[in-house]
């Protein structure tokens, strides 16, 4: 099985490669598979309390698991076929969001950005 | 900068810990971040032709990167707070997803998998 | 100002068609705006508690009901473009929601309706 | 059959009143439940083209149909808790828009208003 962020993106690319499905796999319509997903992520929770979602039992935690599976397989896909290496976007996004949530303005607060602009 | 997943959600975690944020991330309030992050990828490709979206200039590259590393880091927060181990359960969804997707008889075709069933 | 469903919808149709926007409004494309704008929504909610979300301030009202009506005019246009009766659909999926859900079975429960089944 | 969009909320609203389900109806579950549901209206589209989600077939328009029903559904249901007069806020939302996309500047144009300020 693969261990790193490398050999599933790997797997995941030979699973769509050996289906046939690259053709299917345009930025737009794997945006719209991801957001489907995440929505089956959501539909988890909706209905419960914040403590409740805190603490799932082990067949929510699986399902829970296998939705954010789902999402993450699709943002993969986005990343790759838009030519974008996510870890290295994701490192530079946060270095930005840094510099938007300083730590000396926002500790404990949960308000927008916007407001301490 | 880091340079793997495992590195990514160290940094991601001490962002959040050093805000104080960890009390306004329950999996319900991280599950409804993620889709709305989500949303913002989406918007990059609503009325953008499936071709227009394999092609992106670089600004709408470098846009689609910021918007996926956003929904990336709510993800990971979601694996972390819920203690799902995120390339294990992508690994096992996958083999879960090629049972359902047998490659002999999704060849090429985008019917939904209850269609083989 | 329009004052029932159907003026609305027939504004809606007249504020399109002078901007000559009906080529870009594809049910594909009109459902991606839908859920960019119900992420909108979303974003309101996402580090609110249940409570703080009951009890919203003229302002987020204001917000609510703007991101509500982005959503809802994109609702509109799908119906619009796949010829859809909203009204009439919705009571019909009303029904079979009812018969779902019956009420000596689900009164007070949040669980899904398929643990009644 | 109710014919009308006041009709329509009372029914919805008496089908939640006979299930005792308004308690877990606060403004962020209803958002979140949207959101589901508009989900699933875009599941209905991700692999098609745009020409085909234009035409349809009779299972098609009524699965979404179905889904965009449920969108619907929650989406007034968040006008009603949050006191919102979804009619009176859609025409106050399309006044904005003209504002925003005067129909000199983006007649024929996809291009996000931000680029016409």
Same mark, same amino acid.
């Given at each position: #099985? ?7 993106? &790997? ?20 945006? #719209?598979? #991801?957001?489907? !997903? ?9 209905? #419960? &309390? !914040? ?5 799932l039992d082990a067949?929510? =935690? !699986? ?8 999402t993450f397989v +699709? ?12 870890? !290295?976007?994701?490192? @530079? @996004?946060?270095?930005?969001?840094? =510099? =938007? +949530?300083?730590?000396?303005?926002? =500790?404990?607060?949960?308000? @927008? +950005? &916007?407001? +301490?602009?």
């Open positions: #099985m693969p261990d790193s962020l490398d050999d599933l993106r &790997t797997r995941v690319n030979a699973f769509v490669a050996a289906r046939d499905w690259a053709q299917f796999h345009s930025p737009k319509n794997l945006a #719209m598979a #991801m957001i489907v !997903e995440a929505g089956e992520v959501v539909e988890n929770f909706q209905w #419960m &309390t !914040e403590q409740e979602s805190c603490n067949e929510a =935690k !699986e399902q829970v698991g296998q939705e954010l599976s789902d +699709y943002l993969l896909r986005i990343a790759e076929v838009c030519g974008i290496d996510l870890i !290295e976007a994701a490192n @530079k @996004k946060i270095d930005i969001n840094a =510099k =938007k +949530y300083p730590v000396d303005k926002v =500790k404990g607060s949960n308000a @927008k +950005y &916007t407001e +301490y602009q």
